[in-house]
């Protein structure tokens, strides 16, 4: 039987393993998906020890980034962006071969594609993780300039204090790609000045649990369209597994 899992921390509300064994069950396809709850990184290889000729791993929060110093091999997409959220493995005489790619750019484009409009040239990304890294590739396939915002200035990035009305009237996309809001936690949300947000923004969260998060919520009450996480999901579970079958 072929293995499939996930790696990231904590896992208790993931996705991935309740939509790949909906598929396998589906689709009558032997193969089983786990979940590899690892807080460090270096656990890594342990999993592979005890799980030989495991085929794939989806990659996710925390491990994004650090995944890359066990990797063999990087798609040009993943390098580029910096951030690797599936890994393809490929075994020779009992060695295995790690190949890192990115579906989040493939999942997020196509979701968030038909909600843009003529004015949504300009967006801000909330959070500076692996997420955020791929959020802000995407949103340049799309032909939509970008700033991350974070809590520390750094570089060319906004902090929170710092988005007031000329900001929020020109950057017109906000992409939240903070855990914040997420199950259990629904009552947090980033602090922007959410009373500032019109009928002319987009609101977009990587959270899809709950379905309406607090930062969506509060965009809404505004007048502001509002998506969540869910479909993006979708759409890079099934390019991941159309990689980890080429």
């Given at each position: 039987?072929?293995?499939?899992?996930?790696?990231?921390?904590?896992?208790?509300?993931?996705?991935?393993q309740?939509?790949f064994?909906?598929?396998?069950?589906?689709?009558?396809?032997d193969a089983?998906?786990?979940n590899?709850e690892?807080?460090?990184i270096?656990?890594?290889?342990?999993?592979?020890n005890?799980?030989a000729?495991?085929?794939?791993l989806?990659?996710?929060?925390?491990?994004k980034e650090?995944?890359?110093?066990?990797l063999?091999d990087?798609d040009?997409?993943?390098?580029?962006?910096?951030?690797?959220n599936?890994?393809?493995?490929t075994?020779s005489?009992?060695?295995?071969?790690l190949?890192?790619f990115?579906?989040?750019?493939i999942?997020?484009?196509?979701?968030?594609?038909p909600?843009?409009?003529?004015?949504?040239?300009?967006a801000i990304?909330?959070?500076?993780?692996?997420a955020?890294?791929?959020?802000?590739?995407?949103?340049?396939?799309?032909g939509?300039?970008?700033?991350?915002v974070?809590?520390?200035?750094n570089?060319d990035?906004?902090?929170?204090?710092?988005?007031?009305?000329?900001?929020l009237?020109?950057?017109?996309v906000?992409?939240?790609?903070?855990?914040l809001?997420?199950?259990?936690?629904?009552?947090?949300c980033?602090d922007?000045?959410?009373?500032?947000?019109?009928e002319?923004?987009?609101l977009y969260?990587?959270?899809?649990?709950?379905?309406?998060?607090q930062f969506l919520?509060?965009?809404?009450?505004?007048?502001?369209a509002?998506?969540?996480?869910?479909?993006?999901l979708h759409?890079?579970?099934?390019?991941?597994?159309k990689?980890?079958?080429?």
């Amino acid at each position: 039987m072929k293995t499939f899992g996930l790696i990231g921390f904590p896992l208790a509300q993931s996705f991935s393993q309740k939509y790949f064994t909906k598929k396998f069950k589906d689709e009558n396809i032997d193969a089983r998906y786990l979940n590899f709850e690892m807080e460090d990184i270096t656990e890594l290889p342990e999993v592979l020890n005890h799980h030989a000729y495991i085929a794939g791993l989806s990659i996710t929060i925390p491990h994004k980034e650090n995944v890359f110093k066990y990797l063999d091999d990087i798609d040009e997409a993943a390098k580029e962006i910096g951030a690797c959220n599936i890994v393809k493995i490929t075994w020779s005489n009992k060695n295995p071969k790690l190949t890192g790619f990115n579906t989040d750019v493939i999942g997020f484009t196509e979701s968030i594609k038909p909600l843009i409009k003529e004015h949504h040239t300009r967006a801000i990304v909330l959070g500076t993780g692996g997420a955020a890294k791929a959020i802000v590739q995407g949103l340049k396939i799309l032909g939509i300039e970008s700033k991350y915002v974070s809590r520390k200035k750094n570089n060319d990035n906004l902090t929170y204090s710092e988005l007031n009305k000329a900001i929020l009237d020109e950057y017109t996309v906000i992409i939240n790609c903070t855990p914040l809001g997420m199950y259990p936690n629904i009552t947090e949300c980033p602090d922007i000045p959410y009373a500032l947000l019109s009928e002319k923004h987009l609101l977009y969260d990587l959270t899809y649990n709950p379905e309406l998060t607090q930062f969506l919520k509060n965009g809404k009450e505004q007048g502001a369209a509002i998506k969540n996480g869910l479909e993006m999901l979708h759409l890079q579970a099934e390019a991941a597994w159309k990689i980890w079958n080429e």
